[in-house]
């Protein structure tokens, strides 16, 4: 079975720049996306991109500063994060599906990685 492993995640001031990497093991996901759970909080939609399709989608709590982008070379997808703030601390998983639909609803993704914790501080 395909899987995914996030790494990146860390302590960082508000303000600061992160990026995280996402690596699947295998192609088998035409989207593959980022979410974010805060404790108590229900699991939020960050970004998502299609490997072929060139396309994306923001949640917008993170329009404008957070990028989502792929290497198809290396099986990878990076999500940069800038201007982070105290709000933006969670656990952020990248999730796959094979469908190439920029899908923001949790339920869709079928694949999951173990998360990568962020803790911004204020």
């Known amino acids: 079975q395909a899987q995914l492993v996030e790494s990146g995640g860390g302590l960082v001031q508000a303000g600061d720049s992160l990026k995280l990497s996402c690596v699947a093991s295998?192609?088998?996901?035409?989207?593959v996306a980022w979410f974010r759970q805060a404790p108590g909080q229900e699991r939020e939609f960050v970004a998502a991109?299609?490997?072929?399709?060139?396309?994306?989608n923001y949640g917008d709590a993170v329009k404008g500063r957070f990028t989502i982008s792929r290497d198809d070379a290396e099986n990878t997808v990076y999500l940069q994060m800038n201007s982070l703030g105290p709000e933006d601390t969670a656990v952020y998983y990248c999730?796959?599906?094979?469908?190439?639909?920029?899908?923001?609803?949790?339920?869709?993704?079928?694949?999951w990685g173990q998360g990568t914790q962020v803790v911004v501080s204020s």
């Open positions: 295998e192609r088998t996901f035409n989207t």
């Open positions: 991109i299609t490997w072929g399709g060139h396309m994306t």
């Open positions: 999730a796959g599906r094979p469908a190439a639909v920029l899908d923001t609803d949790a339920s869709t993704y079928a694949i």
